[in-house]
């Protein structure tokens, strides 16, 4: 299934609901959505719209208008060719998707890492700040990044010849965002697993039939105070301690026994 599909089948299977607030932040967007009676709130990186505001274009063509959408219209801006409008949408998908709390365990990306790439080879997609730490507890790690910042980085044009030597591929969340995941995904060999990882990753089984093994994401539990650290330009670190859960899902129960581990 490509990114398009994913989202064209996601989006109509999304519950009903209405938009009580949205916060663009520097690092980070969020929407706050009620849906049947109960508030749940979406996260999404914040895309950097410098190349648009290079040629005039806002980044945020509906800014001053966000909040008038419906949440339906909010989640169609996945398919924006605004980069910020982008991550609204993720967020607003995000905060409208069913809950599986019984897919979840409490396990950070790193740790699902470090525990399927004992003695493998794991090629990391984007650069997390656990990368140094992680290398000593895998067989061995490559990491790409579109803007290369570590010594140890590769640049993402490496990524046709490191990625299919993968036993195990890490793949950022921001690919859905910024629409590389297609050409990534591609490149790794048949029945490689995958994790998705970063707090924009949706927590949705319909990734899994897009090749996912396990989804590493986030869960928003203290709304309003997430709400205003975005809106005060809090980076992730900084809203994990004021209310966000990390939470790792799979449908495979091997692999959930592996994680437990």
């Keep these: 299934m490509n990114q398009q599909t994913l989202f064209t089948r996601l989006l ?6 209405r938009i009580v607030d949205i916060a663009v932040g520097i690092h980070w967007t969020a929407v706050l959505a009620e849906v049947n009676g109960s508030l749940h709130c979406g996260l999404s990186a914040t895309l950097d719209g410098d190349a648009q505001r290079a040629s005039t274009i806002p980044d945020l063509p509906l800014a001053n208008r966000l909040s008038e959408l419906s949440i339906r219209e909010a989640t169609e801006l996945v398919f924006s060719p605004h980069p910020a409008e ?11 998707l069913p809950p599986h709390p019984e897919l979840w365990i409490d396990l950070h990306s790193k740790d699902v890492l470090a525990r399927l790439g004992r003695g493998k080879t794991v090629v990391m997609v984007g650069h997390f700040p656990f990368a140094d730490e992680l290398r000593s507890q895998v067989g061995r790690l490559f990491v790409l990044e579109q803007n290369p910042r570590a010594e140890d980085d590769l640049p993402a044009e490496a990524a046709p010849h490191v990625i299919p030597q993968a036993d195990l ?4 969340a921001m690919t859905l965002l910024n629409r590389t995941f297609d050409e990534l995904a591609a490149l790794c060999r048949p029945a490689v697993p995958m994790v998705i990882i970063g707090p924009s990753t949706p927590l949705s089984p319909l990734l899994f039939e897009a090749g996912a093994a396990v989804l590493s994401g986030a869960v928003v539990e203290d709304h309003q105070a997430v709400l205003r650290g975005v809106k005060e330009g809090a980076n992730f670190r900084q809203l994990r301690k004021m209310g966000v859960r990390l939470v790792s899902m799979t449908a495979d129960p091997a692999l959930r026994s592996r994680l437990r581990d």
């Design 169 to 172: 591929l890490a793949i950022t």
């Design 12 to 17: 109509p299977a999304l519950p009903e609901g």
């Design 86 to 96: 982008v991550s609204v949408g993720m967020a607003a998908v995000n905060a409208l």
